[in-house]
């Protein structure tokens, strides 16, 4: 299982929004870090930039993979109209 790190945009949002959504949210990450490169149905590569989509309802996850480190970075997480800015 792959190790997850917030950066502090991204651990602050998850402070500020309801206490559901963030734990959906976090359950979502983790199931992903378990087999990060497995077909995740609400997971994308992003295009144009390094990095990959999490779709959680109407919130969406920015995140890296570091392979050599074991490491899932998560560098954002915003709703949908905001997140890719």
Do not use: H
């Amino acid at each position: 299982m792959y190790k997850i790190t917030y950066t502090t945009q991204a651990a602050k949002s998850l402070l500020k929004m309801p206490r559901d959504v963030a734990k959906r949210i976090q359950e979502k990450i983790e199931q992903v870090a378990e087999d990060p490169f497995a077909s995740i149905p609400n997971a994308k590569k992003l295009q144009g930039r390094p990095g990959y989509r999490l779709r959680v309802g109407d919130w969406r996850v920015i995140y890296e993979i570091n392979a050599e480190e074991i490491v899932i970075i998560v560098l954002k997480i915003a709703p949908r109209g905001e997140v890719y800015r």
